[in-house]
């Protein structure tokens, strides 16, 4: 039901029906409707994503960020435990430029967690 319910928001913001949305995006009319019993496929969940510029992840419902960019936009960080938490949540593309996480004082965690979101930020 969330589901449906964010594409109905964020169609009534971008002034499009249902209807509209799926012969935009290829959709077979009815669709969206269907999926407040019987999820799509992610192929679809990603072309209403792609459509509207959001994540998957708004449109279930499992964030109020409609994107990873409105997500680390204003994301801060008040302690050391929230640094730790988001450098681990990262991808290992990062790799901690070979630094031990455990050998790290709290000031150093803060410090890599604000480089690497400002390295984000600027991606």
């Known amino acids: 039901m969330v589901l449906v319910e964010k594409i109905r928001e964020l169609c009534i913001e971008k002034g499009i029906t249902f209807i509209g949305l799926e012969r935009e995006i290829g959709l077979s009319r009815g669709s ?5 019993t019987n999820l799509p496929s992610i192929e679809k969940l990603q072309k209403v ?10 449109l279930l419902g499992r964030t109020k960020h ?4 409105e997500e680390i936009e204003n ?6 435990e929230e640094a730790m938490r988001f450098i681990l949540e990262q991808p290992a593309v990062f790799n901690y430029g070979g630094l031990d996480l455990n050998q790290m004082s709290n000031d150093e965690i803060m410090e890599l ?6 390295a ?4």
């Open 49 to 58: 994503a792609d459509y509207f510029g959001v994540s998957t992840d708004y």
């Open 120 to 123: 984000m930020k600027i991606s």
């Open 75 to 80: 994301l801060e960080f008040h302690t050391p």
């Open 66 to 69: 409609r994107n990873k960019f």
């Open 32 to 36: 969206i409707r269907r999926w407040v």
């Open 113 to 118: 967690a604000e480089d690497m979101l400002f």
